[in-house]
Structures are given as structure tokens and as C-alpha cells.
């Protein structure tokens, strides 16, 4: 199921390069590496912190079931999941942070005006004003 944020960064992304996010990962792995890479890295990045925030909450959520009891073994287990959900929470933000900020700093270009047709005369540069030969006092 796409989160929120990264469902969210991939729409902006999509709008600034004008086409949908698969076809722009698969444009990127023909070119070299540029901003469009590094942009689908950090929603790539994004992606799986969100996918690990869900990962850890459901183990949680498994570990403090009502009818389960916490014995002193998994103790340890439900200290380390929380610490592993705060640590994907992290990520996802300073991701979300990062990514938001470059996009931020982005627009999307218009296309350039038409060239003139190849047969249309080339219009000449205006003229240099003359220049005097004889030396000033």
C-alpha cells in the first residue's frame, strides 16, 4: 500500500518532469546520473523507510496483542522494535525534509519558443558604430 508522503513526492515529481514515475526510472537508467537520479533515489530512500515505519508497527502491534503476555525475553524485543520504528520514523522525515526542499528549489521549464524555419533568411546583426581613426588630444 503507497504512503502518503511518498505517493505525494512521486506526484510532484511526476509534474515537474511531466510524465509518470515509471517511466521516468526507466528513462534514468539510461542516462547518466543527474537530478532526475537523485530524485528517485529520495523517493526510492522515502519509499522503504515508510515500508519499514508500517513493518515495525505491525511487529509491535503483534508483540503487545491484549491476550499475549510480555514475558522478560521479549522485553528486549518490543525495546528493540520501538527503537527500530523511531529510527524509520527518522529516516522517512529527513528524507520527506530533503526531498521536499530539493523540489522546492525546482520548477518545471516551459519549451523552448520554435526555432525559425531552416529557409527564413538568418537576420543580420545590427551595425557596429564607426570608429575613428585620428587620435583624440
Known sequence: MPHSTSTEIAGRIEDLYG???ADLEAHA?????GMLAALLGMHADLALAER???YH????ARLLHPERQITRPEVSHLLDGARRL???VAARDAQTKSVSAVLQ?????SA????????????PAPPRPAQS?????
Open 29 to 33: 537508467r539510461d542516462q547518466p546520473p
Open 133 to 137: 581613426t585620428t587620435r583624440s588630444r
Open 57 to 60: 508497527r505491525d511487529q509491535l
Open 86 to 88: 523511531a529510527e524509520a
Open 112 to 123: 523552448p519558443a520554435p526555432s525559425p524555419p531552416a529557409s527564413a533568411p538568418p537576420v
Open 52 to 54: 519499514s515505519i508500517e
Open 19 to 21: 510524465a509518470p514515475l
Open 105 to 109: 528549489s525546482l520548477t518545471r521549464i
